[in-house]
């Protein structure tokens, strides 16, 4: 991205009629994916989706606490082998939730992948034309290193504007 960056920069050095021709626009992808209407339908089926990983994983981790508080209470109770049985089933509980948390968190970017690359595909196709269509130079997203740029050249609205559009033609 900076070699965008740079381009621009010797675009506008490099030749002064361009440089006065030049229209430079600045997005926020992140804001795109926010606030628009896709964005927000994919955020609320994300959290619906994480807020029920989360209370499944929260109960069997309160279980998994539970048995551990039981051995540490009870274990001067207990023979050897008891001991021993109840340290192993806390262990494998232990294992299980742990690979049921890296399961949750695959599943979570797996529809994170599968709501963002529509939009994103979309979103490049809508900048595209965007940018074609309003005579712009170069468009850039404001993370790519951009440290400055005044907000009259923050398309970034337009572009939510564009997708939301876009997106509802798919549907």
């Known amino acids: ?18 440089a006065q021709q030049a ?11 926010s606030e628009s209407a896709a964005g927000k339908e994919a955020r609320n089926l994300m959290d619906a989706k994480m807020s029920e990983l989360r209370g499944q994983l929260n109960a069997e981790g309160q279980e998994i ?5 039981e ?11 008891m001991k021993q049985e109840k340290r192993i089933e806390f262990q494998r509980r232990r294992r299980e939730f742990e690979a049921k948390q890296e399961d949750a968190q695959f599943e ?11 939009m994103l595909k ?21 993370q790519s290193g951009v440290t400055y740029f005044s907000q009259a050249i923050d398309i970034t609205d337009k572009l939510i504007i ?10």
């Open 162 to 171: 564009e997708l939301d559009a876009a997106m509802a033609g798919q549907n």
């Open 122 to 142: 979309a979103l490049e196709q809508v900048v595209d034309s965007y940018g074609k269509a309003n005579n712009y130079t170069l468009i850039l997203d404001e």
């Open 71 to 81: 051995i540490e209470k009870k274990s001067s109770a207990w023979s050897e082998e």
């Open 108 to 118: 979570m970017k797996g529809l994170q992948e599968k709501e963002l690359t529509p």
């Open 1 to 18: 991205m900076y070699a965008a960056v740079l381009a621009a920069c010797l675009i506008c050095v490099g030749s002064p009629a361009l």
């Open 23 to 33: 229209k430079i626009g600045i997005m926020s992808v992140q804001r795109v994916l």
């Open 65 to 69: 606490v539970a048995l551990q508080e």
